[in-house]
């Protein structure tokens, strides 16, 4: 499992396009998703560099 902080994510609009960011490259992920701590959770058979990088490219950059 992965955890991701994700700073710029604020409500359920953000939490949705990160969700389908993350599916689009791995379509058998679990994504969970905590709004209020900000917080990303995924578990999948994808490397950690690829979903920051979905996240990225939806606008979401994970913190480092």
Same mark, same amino acid.
């Given at each position: 499992?992965?955890?991701? =902080?994700? %700073? ?13 960011? @993350?599916?689009?490259?791995?379509? #058998?992920?679990?994504?969970?998703? =905590?709004? %209020? ?13 690829? @979903?920051?990088?979905?996240?990225? #490219? ?7």
């Amino acid at each position: 499992m992965h955890e991701f =902080n994700v %700073p710029h994510m604020t409500c359920g609009g953000c939490a949705s396009r990160i969700q389908a960011a @993350l599916k689009r490259v791995d379509p #058998d992920s679990t994504v969970v998703v =905590n709004i %209020p701590g900000r917080q990303v959770q995924v578990t999948s058979r994808v490397d950690r560099q690829t @979903l920051s990088q979905a996240m990225a #490219d939806a606008g979401y950059a994970p913190a480092a």
